[in-house]
């Protein structure tokens, strides 16, 4: 299509060409231009080498040779005549097709200041306002931005992954795991089918990449996946040999018992009838990024998001809106694990020509002004993908050469690093308290600092397993729930990673007259005033009784030794009482609830000191 265009520019141009020459040159030159017109371009070349044999100085017939030559594909040979054309005449705006094509060819081949001076000149003999100016408007805007961010340019040492990886002609679109233990990419092989392939991390070496699954891979074409943090969920693309909506398609499929299940469409909610693919999931699983061609967008490729309902699935997807699609093409995004920064491709949001990568920080719905990334991640080449890793510090991506496509990997420069908030995995697995059997639960990561719920995703329902992804900085806190169980809550601070990653976490099934501590409801001092860092807590009540309507409640006040026993029993009344009240506020009946003041009559230790006294001081629950 490209080629195409290009000889019709000059086609258009051609009727005015010709000057003063030779009754033979011309009739020599006429000829080449028929024989181009008709697209018989070696019969052209020999025309026009007719002709310059004749007329050696004749900018026209230079200028013919060049647009047979461009129109063949052959661009130094282009570039030469080209060259030749503009130093015999550089006045004739008819030749405004060649400083075109020489602005591309030499940003093609990083010589910025030349292609800026042909593209400039190209501008000058060109109606203003018009694409063409527009176009020529936006390569210049290239070669300033280009010449800015090699000044600027990050230090690099991209290396190729193993021979064991890339072991076909073309792969690309890698993405890992949170912990960087499995690899998964796109291989196509010389029939052009496309598959996924994913390899596991031993001893610091990649294995030799296998077949995601039967299951998934087919004799069509599957490929652009993503995977959650944990690697128990894939989305793909497919687009042949399902049931789909039209063009090409979003799947997802789990690993249930170590094995892919059968792929499911996601559904009209995310996939059209037009093209669908490139998907990227977040880290808790509950945001889908991908790139549509459907129609109502702002360009032909825009990106869309979709949300996850716990009670709906996954939602209606939305378009990002101006500040990220152009009326360009914008693909390949991949949402990092911070589920804040965005990355995707553009060719259109201000770059070094052609595809280029940027960044873009998510707010709620909206979205920071895309940053490019700079080069020598961008070049003059098409750059289409990227991942980052989740604790921000390596990268992983294809680089196209002509035969082949490898995967390669760099280590993110500092300057770049500081534009990432990073994060660290943890790993771990809930257990039955008494049979140490895996407990499928839902897992909520809660700021302590702030009581915001972050994220919240699941353990494995065979083996109560879970991996997840939580900022690389701060105090948090997860909840563990199962309706049947009693709730967990387990504090860490993220500075000591270490102790993450082999987390084990006992729940106790729910037993009518069996006490429990309710550790982390706080009151003002000497008050039955709850704290707002309470809230956490109670709210885990709350849906533990709204699951188990048929238990009633007594909520137990308990405090330490220190004052008239009195008085600490009636502040331990009056401190159940307000755990009640929340509940009635949250909407559990009043008759299913009992308030308790033991004052300091039940310790669980001695009160001998600060440390004893202050576990006294509690909040008892017990089914009843």
Known sequence: MKQSLILIVFLLFLPLLGSSQSKKSKSYYDKGITAFKERDFSKAKIFFDKTLEVSPEWADAYFGMGQVYSAEMNKDLAAKYFYKTISLDSTNKTFMPAYSFLGAYELKANNYEKAKQHYTKALDWTQKGSRVALQFEKQIAACDFSILSIKNAYHLKPSRLSKVVNFKEKQYFPVLTADEKQLFFTARSGDGDEDIYFSE?????????????????????????????????????????????????????????????????????????????????????????????????????????????????????????????????????????????????????????????????KDGINYSQPENLGYPINTEEDQLAMFITSNGKSAYYSVDRKDSVHLYQFEIPSALIDKISPTIYIKGKIVDAKTQAGIKSTIELIDINSNEKLSSFESDKEDGTFMAVVPSAGDYALYISNPAYFFKRLEFNVDDPKNLEEISVSMRLIEKDVPEVLKHIYFETASFALKDESRAELDKLTQLAKENPQLNIQIAGHTDDVGADQDNLLLSEKRAQSVIAYLKEKGIALNRLAAKGFGEAVPLVPNTNEENRQMNRRIELRFF
């Not at 943090?229 to 063009?247: I, Y």
Request: glycine letters at 10%; charged letters at 20%.
């Open 201 to 361: 991390s031993e001893n610091g070496n990649w294995t030799v990449p296998k077949s995601i699954s039967d299951s998934i891979n087919t004799s069509f074409n599957e490929g652009t996946c993503t995977i959650s943090a944990d690697g128990k969920m894939l989305v793909f693309t497919s687009c042949e040999g399902r049931e789909n909506f039209g063009s090409c398609d979003l799947y997802f499929s789990e690993k249930v018992k170590g094995a892919w299940s059968q792929p499911k469409n996601l559904g009209e909610k995310i996939n059209s009838k037009y093209w669908d693919s490139q998907p990227s999931l977040s880290s808790d699983g509950h945001m889908l990024f991908f790139s549509s061609e459907r129609p109502l967008g702002q360009g032909r490729k825009d990106l869309y998001v979709s949300y996850w309902s716990e009670t709906e699935g996954w939602q209606e997807a939305q378009n990002l809106g101006k500040t990220i699609n152009t009326f360009g093409d914008e693909v390949s995004p991949f949402i990092h694990a911070n589920s804040k920064t965005l990355f995707f491709a553009s060719n259109l949001h201000q770059g070094m020509g052609g595809y280029d990568l940027f960044l873009a920080e």
